[in-house]
């Protein structure tokens, strides 16, 4: 059974700069896209990023877009999520997600990490 464990959440002062990672385990997930959600304070969860198996496409939810940078590692089975010049309204709970598909209105993702957090001070 696939399993994603996320590392590198924290508490960091606005303008800072976190790196997220993502170790995935118990299945090849080489071949399809995986990518990052957050969840902050009473609010849904919201696709960020997704990055295709071969690296070669990139999307950024609008929030986020020219500030974090997906990536990922096929041969170490890890995707990565850079975030710079980070905001108070950054501050949600981190989720790494893999096989990412487009469903309905908006992405879904068949497996979740466990979640970190991210905390944003003013």
């Known amino acids: 059974q696939v399993q994603l464990a996320e590392s590198g959440g924290g508490l960091v002062q606005a303008g800072g700069s976190l790196r997220l990672s993502c170790a995935a385990s118990?299945?090849?997930?080489?071949?399809?896209?995986m990518g990052w959600f957050r969840q902050g304070p009473g609010q849904e969860r919201e696709f960020i990023a997704r990055?295709?198996?071969?690296?070669?496409?990139?999307e950024y939810s609008v929030p986020v877009k020219g500030r974090f940078t997906i990536s990922r590692d096929n041969a170490k089975s890890t995707v990565s999520l850079q975030m710079n010049s980070l905001t108070p309204e950054d501050t949600a709970v981190y989720y790494c997600a893999g096989v990412v598909i487009h469903a309905g209105a908006g992405w879904r993702s068949l497996y979740w990490g466990q979640g970190t957090q991210v905390t944003v001070s003013s």
């Open positions: 990055i295709s198996g071969s690296s070669s496409e990139k």
């Open positions: 118990g299945g090849d997930l080489s071949r399809y896209d």
